[in-house]
């Protein structure tokens, strides 16, 4: 089946700083890549979705500027935590569907961003 | 705001019995419904989908749909302890629009 490469898997960062994570579609091209949170015991937030070649679409109550997101290639779309707080800690998931698969979409392997 | 809404369990069966999993959404507009497992610290998988009224079985899952009702199900049989996870139900409207997930339902498979 379709393959999505999330790095990192997991990351640990200081407060103030800056993190990049990146998803990589392996064997088709993800024209969308939809990103998502999940908080513990909680269910997957979409907070936007990218389109390759033109800006990405947030979901309300989704900071754009602080959640940049990136996607310049029909292969690898990049999300980056700006200025990271405590409170963006979370697991961070991408999802893109392969235009030969007949069910549903492939998911990242998931970032698991603590900042402290 | 399009919603979808599962108990949170969690739900315990013993092993070989049969589990029940429950979702309703709000939009009616859904077309397509999907039951993901996923397991503690990682993304999730799809176990099954299903698109028409009805039942759809694979293996030990049967999914069923009623749209009427807007509401999906699945069903494990012969459950094991490793289907212990947490179990999403997520619905999509259409073509390339996201999949809007529930909270999902803790499943306990007690050996």
């Known amino acids: 089946g379709a393959v999505v490469s999330q790095h990192p898997s997991w990351v640990i960062c200081k407060s103030g700083t800056s993190v990049k994570i990146e998803c990589r579609s392996l064997?088709?091209?993800?024209?969308?890549m939809f990103w998502y949170r999940q908080f513990p015991k909680q269910s997957l937030m979409l907070m936007a979705t990218s389109n390759e070649g033109s800006k990405a679409t947030y979901e309300q109550g989704v900071e754009k500027d602080k959640f940049l997101i990136n996607h310049a290639s029909l292969t690898l779309s990049t999300l980056t935590v700006t200025s990271a707080h405590p409170e963006d800690s979370s697991f961070y998931i991408c999802s893109a569907r392969a235009s030969w698969e007949a069910n549903g979409y492939t998911f990242g392997s998931g970032t698991r961003l603590t900042v402290v | 705001q399009k919603e979808v809404e599962q108990n949170s369990g969690p739900l315990s069966v013993p092993e070989g019995a049969i589990a029940s999993l429950n979702c309703t959404y709000s939009?009616?507009?859904?077309?397509?419904f999907f039951w993901y497992r996923q397991y503690s610290g990682k993304s999730p998988e799809l176990i099954m989908s299903i698109y028409s009224n009805g039942d759809k079985e694979d293996g030990r899952f049967t999914a069923q749909l009623n749209k009427a009702s807007q509401y999906v199900s699945l069903l494990i049989r012969d459950s094991q302890p490793s289907d212990s996870a947490t179990y999403l139900c997520?619905?999509?409207?259409?073509?390339?629009?996201?999949?809007?997930f529930g909270k999902g339902t803790r499943l306990s498979v007690i050996a």
């Open positions: 939009d009616r507009g859904s077309q397509s």
């Open positions: 064997d088709f091209q993800a024209t969308t």
């Open positions: 997520a619905v999509q409207n259409s073509g390339n629009t996201p999949l809007v």
